[in-house]
């Protein structure tokens, strides 16, 4: 059985240990990449085997029983696929990814949750709630300001003059920042409503302060000097690359970036560029690292495996068969736009009805024959969910060889970069973080 890289014993402090430099781990990718890509290519849409997998990696995958892949779905394919009967071909795609995860050891445990304190959360005068943060993020805004001391504590006194919060939403890392760490904090966020909101959350913290700016942009008009520290606690797609420039361009004295949603590029780019030289030299890491943004679409995981969202699944698979039947070929996905992903808990009929309204189409169903075509497709999406295994494995390597591709970037700018799970997959599956300092 492999063991979790998330260790039950871990220490807040343990991640200023030396693990191996981030690009050791792409040039373990690199023999690999060929297949990486096909398999990136080759989403499996209907009941059939993409033309890459032999009989024997078809039949393997379609003999996985419920339990095992809602296991799958809930925990991840690599132990499955290393500890059973698995062919050839997918052991050595679950070793590759059991690899790369070494990269990312556990860094913090339920500590954080104890730690945090509800004064963050409060109004200081009235005691009464400034606004409802979820526990999950409590505990991700306790972790990442444990993490943010530990660095700081790493450093000579005076290394650290600021930290700078990039995409700060609602600012209640910066808050927490603000009351914890005793240095001027800046939330820095595009979204002029969110920061509106902000200061009206956090406006009696004292030491901290909001900037309107899109970083990376000819229009950014902040200055990040040499003594500040950049953070960024889920910095989507983008905004986490920019955040890894802007670090190493302005000569900050440290970073801590939690990664998340990669495939949330920028309109205008149309792939996710590469950002250090190790992938930059290497022709084979830049065809699976300058990724088109369909493919990072693949990194976009969720272990939220229940028999309500399966059966949601199950239900969109039945309205795309049924508007095919129609005549109707939407590119996909946008066959659901104007639809919250709540609608499908109510069934077949409900969303036909729903999506024949919005595309001002003609989708008449019966209860009768809504409960034919949900029978008929949840054989097939079954099937479907068997067969994207690979795939699904493969997307979770492309999300560790962005993050060390961002590492060894940093590295190239700063004396320590360490990367880590900061987080069990049971607070969020967007754990993966870089810290770099001086």
Request: charge should be positive; hydrophobic fraction near 40%; proline fraction near 5%.
């Amino acid at each position: 059985m492999v063991r979790s890289v998330f260790h039950s014993h871990s220490s807040p402090y343990s991640f200023i240990l030396p693990t191996p430099p981030p690009s050791k781990g792409l040039e373990i990718i690199a023999p690999h990449v060929e297949s990486l890509c096909s398999l990136l290519r080759n989403r499996v849409y209907v009941p059939k085997a993409p033309s890459i997998f032999d009989h024997k990696v078809e039949e393997y995958l379609k003999n996985l029983s419920d339990p095992v892949l809602h296991h799958i779905e809930t925990h991840g394919a690599t132990e499955t696929l290393l500890g059973g009967d698995a062919p050839p071909y997918l052991r050595c795609l679950a070793s590759l990814a059991f690899n790369l995860s070494q990269f990312f050891p556990g860094a913090c445990q339920d500590f954080a949750v104890d730690e945090y304190q509800q004064s963050v959360a409060l109004h200081p005068q009235k005691g009464l709630p400034r606004t409802r943060i979820r526990s999950a993020k409590r505990h991700q805004i306790a972790v990442v300001t444990k993490c943010t001391q530990t660095i700081i504590s790493q450093m000579r006194s005076d290394s650290i003059e600021r930290i700078v919060d990039m995409g700060a939403g609602h600012s209640h890392l910066s808050a927490n920042f603000g009351e914890k760490l005793g240095l001027p904090i800046l939330a820095i966020d595009r979204d002029s409503d969110l920061l509106r909101t902000s200061k009206k959350l956090y406006s009696d913290i004292p030491n901290l302060s909001w900037h309107q700016a899109c970083i990376g942009t000819p229009r950014e008009d902040v200055q990040i000097g040499t003594n500040d520290m950049l953070v960024g606690l889920h910095a989507c797609g983008s905004l986490g690359d920019q955040l890894i420039e802007k670090a190493v361009q302005s000569g900050v004295s440290a970073v801590f970036l939690v990664s998340c949603c990669l495939q949330k590029l920028r309109p205008a780019l149309p792939f996710r560029y590469p950002l250090s030289d190790v992938v930059v030299q290497d022709k084979q890491l830049l065809k699976l690292l300058k990724t088109e943004r369909r493919l990072l679409g693949v990194t976009n995981r969720s272990r939220n495996a229940s028999q309500t969202s399966t059966q949601g699944r199950v239900t969109r698979y039945a309205l795309r068969k049924l508007l095919g039947d129609h005549g109707l070929h939407f590119k996909h996905g946008d066959e659901v736009h104007g639809l919250s992903r709540h609608a499908f808990k109510h069934g077949l009929k409900y969303v036909s009805e729903k999506i024949a309204e919005i595309h001002q189409i003609n989708l008449r169903l019966s209860e009768e024959e809504a409960g034919e075509r949900m029978e008929a497709a949840a054989v097939d999406y079954r099937a479907v969910r068997a067969l994207s295994v690979p795939r699904a494995v493969a997307g979770e390597i492309l999300e560790m060889a962005i993050v060390l591709d961002r590492a060894a970037r940093l590295e190239e700018q700063f004396h320590t970069v360490r990367t880590m799970r900061v987080w069990p997959e049971s607070v969020s599956v967007r754990n993966q973080a870089i810290a770099a300092w001086n």
